[in-house]
């Protein structure tokens, strides 16, 4: 598994994992992502699947103690997103873990007789601070879960978008920040097509993320977007038809 820092401004970093050549072929390619806010605050959004846990442990642990990972994003209920999460909790029994209120019964079947409760995120969202960090969980409902969030961090102005933007790209080689965003299309059109079911959820999405302005959009699996992909990414959503198959 691979990490690399895609923001840094000496107090606050983001960390983007993924593209594992050694994980088993049969399960799908995901990215974390681990936020650090003053050295010793860490948040680490969709941790992935039981499957890649000790890889991303690894990962993770060349940029902050594990003890130190206090906060933890579930965007979704699927287990791709975070069925390894007994085994972070068990880690760090304080840890506050951020889901969707609909889930939280149902994300509990991956508990594994852990000690723990969710802070639920109400449908509209909210604000927390990861040490003196501001970030915004941001309503994604239908996109492509019923209760789904987005999160968006003032300080890097960076978007977390979950599935949104996810990319099945060819290979481990392909690269982190998307290059060529015509290109890039043929391995996020048949993901949007049949994994977002609401046209209107998706618009409404995009509305929400205009009003952000972020420099970046960072995907659970594919590739980045960043600079004027921003827009194109954007566009491209508001275009395509989805919820069929
Ligand atoms: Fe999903
Ligand atoms: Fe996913």
């Not at 300080?155 to 996810?166: C, K």
């Amino acid at each position: 598994m691979k990490s690399e820092i895609i923001f840094d401004n000496g107090k606050h970093k983001w960390i983007a994992i993924g593209r594992d050549p050694d994980k088993n072929q049969n399960v799908i390619d995901t990215n974390e992502y681990l936020i650090i806010d003053s050295d010793t605050k860490g948040m680490i959004l969709d941790p992935g699947g039981i499957e890649i846990f000790a890889s991303v442990l690894v990962e993770t642990s060349k940029y902050i103690l594990p003890e130190n990972i206090e906060k933890m994003l579930v965007s979704h209920q699927d287990p791709d997103i975070a069925s390894s999460l007994a085994l972070w909790v068990n880690m760090n029994e304080t840890m506050e873990v951020y889901c969707s209120w609909l889930w939280a019964g149902f994300i509990s079947h991956f508990s594994m007789g852990t000690d723990f409760s969710f802070s639920t995120l109400p449908d509209e969202g909210k604000d927390i601070y990861l040490g003196t960090s501001k970030l915004t969980f941001v309503p994604a409902h239908y996109c492509h879960s019923s209760g789904n969030f987005s999160l968006y961090d003032h300080t890097a102005n960076i978007l977390f978008s979950g599935d949104v933007g996810a990319a099945l790209v060819p290979d481990s080689d392909y690269s982190l920040i998307v290059e060529d965003f015509e290109k890039h299309i043929q391995y996020m059109e048949g993901f949007h097509k049949r994994w977002m079911p609401s046209k209107t959820a998706l618009h409404a999405w995009v509305n929400r993320v205009r009003l952000l302005k972020p420099d970046m959009i960072c995907p659970q699996h594919g590739s980045i977007f960043k600079g004027n992909d921003v827009d194109k990414f954007l566009n491209w959503l508001e275009s395509i038809e989805v919820g069929i198959w």
